[in-house]
Every structure is written in C-alpha cells, then in structure tokens.
C-alpha cells in the first residue's frame, strides 16, 4: 500500500479507500462494538445523539458513559494502537489494536470494561453491512494497516474542524459533530425548523416537528 501523510498546516492526508479496505471494513465493525457498548447504557437522546463517537487529539472516542458501577469512557488511541477503558475509579484496560479477527477483538473488548466491574450487553449483531456477521463468529474481518488507520484519523481531524466552524454560525439548532459508527460517517446537521417527511415506522416528535423511530435496539 502507497499512502501520502501532509502534516503541514491545513493539509489534507491522501489515503485512498481501495489502499486499505480490508483495514476499514475491520476497524468499522470494530467501532460498532464500542458503539453498542455505549448505547446499552447511554439515556436516549433526540435524534440518536448518545450514540455516535467523537474525534480527539488521539483517535475516536465515547464521551462518559453512565453505568450502574460509575462512569466510564472508551477511546481508539491510534498513536499507541489500543482501545483505553478508563473508569471513574481511575482503574484502566485497555485492548490492543493489531491484526486480529473481530471475533478476538469482540471478546477481548466485552471483557476488559467487565474487569473493571462494568459489565455490558450489547446485540452482537453489525448494523448497515453486508453480510451483518455476528461479531462473535466474524473471522473474516482481521485486518489492520496502522499507518491506515493514523491516516484516516488525521483526514477526520480535518473534516472535524471544518464542520466545527461551518457550525460556528449557525444561531437555529445543529447537532455537534459526530462519527457515525453504522456507515464511518462524520456529520454534522442544521435544522432549519420545517416539518420533516414521515419514515415509515415512525412518530412525529412534539416540539419540533421531526420524525425518529419508536423502537430502539442494540
């Protein structure tokens, strides 16, 4: 694989999709797991806004994460290649982030915050992909570039700053910034305060006319 870092000031760092798919796909899923782990224990907010992962001066990351036994965050640190559970005790675990099948990270992931006394279900089931491959039994997916993946996370510093400043300026209501763990999006929405369409299998909400879905899964 051939990828370019610019670590000048406003560069953007070139990496191709098809010069680590398999890497991606990978740290997708990867990020779903984390994801879900957040999930189970997050309070539903408007427009599924307790879900997503953040970008931070060292990978993606939750923000603190409410549970039974006290807080708690989770962290893909891509400079030290490792995934921290940090408890609000102070006690850290931490699962390391090399060429390994999702099935090994699945397990070893569930069973580090479980050493630290938070224990954590989650559906371990990848949502917005193709096969959906139950996380415990995805062999396939066991790829990671590290060079990659520091790539991937300076282009999201990047598009991380431009969307914080596009959202700068807007006085009605806009989302923070967010990774989208389901399809590896960063996004960043401003309402204007119409009415949305309907979704089929939805309810209309009663403040601000947008539409969500009534169930929840994990």
Same mark, same amino acid.
């Given at each position: 694989?051939?990828?370019?870092?610019?670590?000048?000031?406003?560069?953007?760092?070139?990496?191709?999709?098809?010069?680590?798919?398999?890497?991606?796909?990978?740290?997708?899923?990867?990020? +779903?797991?984390?994801?879900?782990?957040?999930?189970?224990?997050?309070?539903?907010?408007?427009?599924?806004?307790?879900?997503?992962?953040?970008?931070?001066?060292?990978?993606?990351?939750?923000?603190?994460?409410?549970?039974? =036994?006290?807080?708690?965050?989770?962290?893909?640190?891509?400079?030290?290649?490792?995934?921290?559970?940090?408890?609000?005790?102070?006690?850290?675990?931490?699962?390391?982030?090399?060429?390994?099948?999702?099935?090994?990270?699945?397990?070893?992931?569930?069973?580090?915050?479980?050493?630290?006394?938070?224990?954590?279900?989650?559906?371990?089931?990848?949502?917005?992909?193709?096969?959906?491959?139950?996380?415990?039994?995805?062999?396939?997916?066991?790829?990671?570039?590290?060079?990659?993946?520091?790539?991937?996370?300076? +282009?999201?510093?990047?598009?991380?700053?431009?969307?914080?400043?596009?959202?700068?300026?807007?006085?009605?209501?806009?989302?923070?910034?967010?990774?989208?763990?389901?399809?590896?999006?960063?996004?960043?929405?401003?309402?204007?305060?119409?009415?949305?369409?309907?979704?089929?299998?939805?309810? +209309?909400? =009663?403040?601000?006319?947008?539409?969500?879905?009534?169930?929840?899964?994990?």
């Amino acid at each position: 694989m051939t990828v370019q870092d610019q670590t000048g000031k406003g560069s953007w760092p070139q990496l191709r999709v098809e010069d680590w798919q398999g890497t991606r796909d990978t740290v997708q899923l990867w990020t +779903q797991i984390v994801g879900k782990v957040r999930m189970a224990h997050a309070p539903m907010l408007n427009h599924w806004w307790q879900v997503p992962l953040y970008v931070t001066p060292r990978g993606l990351a939750t923000h603190s994460i409410p549970h039974p =036994s006290g807080p708690f965050d989770m962290e893909f640190d891509f400079f030290d290649h490792r995934l921290a559970i940090r408890s609000g005790n102070g006690s850290v675990a931490s699962v390391g982030l090399d060429a390994k099948s999702t099935s090994e990270f699945y397990a070893e992931t569930m069973a580090a915050p479980a050493g630290l006394g938070l224990e954590t279900t989650i559906r371990a089931v990848p949502v917005e992909v193709d096969p959906a491959i139950p996380f415990a039994e995805d062999s396939v997916h066991n790829s990671y570039d590290a060079a990659a993946v520091q790539l991937f996370w300076r +282009q999201r510093v990047q598009a991380d700053r431009i969307l914080d400043t596009f959202r700068s300026s807007f006085r009605g209501k806009v989302r923070p910034v967010h990774h989208y763990w389901g399809t590896m999006d960063l996004a960043c929405t401003r309402f204007s305060g119409r009415a949305a369409p309907r979704h089929a299998g939805a309810h +209309q909400t =009663s403040r601000n006319g947008s539409w969500r879905r009534a169930t929840r899964t994990n």
